[in-house]
């Protein structure tokens, strides 16, 4: 199974930069995050007419919103939420080979690291608190479980171009990648991407719309993750990291499609 977990910044705006990513990559299973488009309104039919005829999608208008798009059929369905919002922002789905299936989109946090004066802050916090406390309970380690999507942390030194420059900016601060670790270990996710390229080696999955030349500045951070349950690490056969897709025409995503292949 080949799994690609992708933020597109809206699908309606990059549909064709996705049938893309379906054509050369040839994926079993999507997962995106910032679909940004109502359930009602989801451009499901260019998908069906390349076989992700199956889909588990929680969406709203303008913000957020999370899929995941198989060429395997789903057995089951959900659509989580956490700190009492319907803010669209996790689903999940079991596929019919047994494997389940999470697209999970974590808030970016605003600009200022202070829960106190920062109130989009202090909700990522909320956020991956109540995930932590509630993964233990609801995934066990034996069973073959995959979570993919947009984390809005780095955690690592060589998941940012500048780890010291980085300390006090939302995405790789201590508590934020204190708080991602905590997550991880509630049942002992392994990092898909990591187990093939080791630290030191850099690897990033998103580069700011701000710089005027992306590719030349590389002022990368890996916001963009595979994790998956100890139950799944011997099947890991390899992966991507779609760097190029951050220069694909005519208006590219931010962030690049990650890939996993699970034998």
Same mark, same amino acid.
């Given at each position: 199974m080949r799994l690609a977990t992708w933020n597109i910044n809206s699908v309606r705006l990059r549909m064709d930069l996705l049938l893309r990513l379906i054509e050369e990559e040839a994926p079993d299973v999507v997962c995106l995050q910032e679909t940004k488009v109502p359930d009602g309104s989801f451009p499901h039919g260019p998908l069906a007419e390349r076989g992700f005829v199956h889909t588990a999608i929680a969406g709203m208008k303008s913000y957020n919103g999370v899929a995941i798009l198989s060429r395997i059929p789903l057995a089951s369905a959900a659509q989580p939420n956490w700190c009492e919002r319907t803010d669209c922002r996790h689903v999940s789905a079991v596929l019919a080979n047994g494997v389940e299936v999470h697209s999970l989109y974590v808030p970016a946090g605003g600009d200022e690291p202070d829960p106190v004066v920062n109130d989009k802050f202090a909700h990522k916090l909320r956020f991956l608190d109540e995930?932590?406390?509630?993964?233990?309970? *609801?995934? +066990?380690?034996?069973?073959?479980? =995959? @979570?993919?999507?947009?984390?809005?942390? $780095? !955690?690592?030194?060589?998941?940012?171009?500048?780890?010291?420059?980085?300390?006090?900016?939302?995405?790789?601060?201590?508590?934020?990648?204190?708080?991602?670790?905590?997550?991880?270990?509630?049942?002992?996710?392994?990092?898909?991407?990591?187990?093939?390229?080791?630290?030191?080696?850099?690897?990033?999955?998103?580069?700011?719309?701000?710089?005027?030349?992306?590719?030349?500045?590389?002022?990368?951070?890996?916001?963009?993750?595979?994790?998956?349950?100890?139950?799944? *690490?011997? +099947?890991?056969?390899?992966?991507? =990291? @779609?760097?190029?897709?951050?220069?694909? $025409? !005519?208006k590219p995503s931010d962030h690049v499609p990650v890939i996993v292949d699970i034998g």
């Open positions: 995930l932590t406390a509630w993964m233990p309970g *609801a995934i +066990a380690p034996d069973r073959p479980v =995959v @979570l993919a999507g947009d984390l809005n942390i $780095a !955690p690592l030194e060589s998941d940012v171009w500048n780890h010291r420059a980085l300390l006090d900016v939302v995405s790789h601060t201590p508590v934020e990648v204190e708080r991602l670790g905590a997550m991880q270990a509630s049942v002992g996710w392994v990092d898909a991407v990591r187990r093939f390229v080791p630290e030191p080696e850099r690897v990033y999955t998103w580069w700011s719309y701000r710089a005027s030349d992306w590719e030349a500045s590389d002022r990368g951070r890996r916001l963009d993750h595979v994790w998956v349950t100890p139950a799944l *690490a011997h +099947a890991l056969k390899g992966h991507k =990291v @779609l760097r190029a897709a951050r220069g694909w $025409a !005519p």
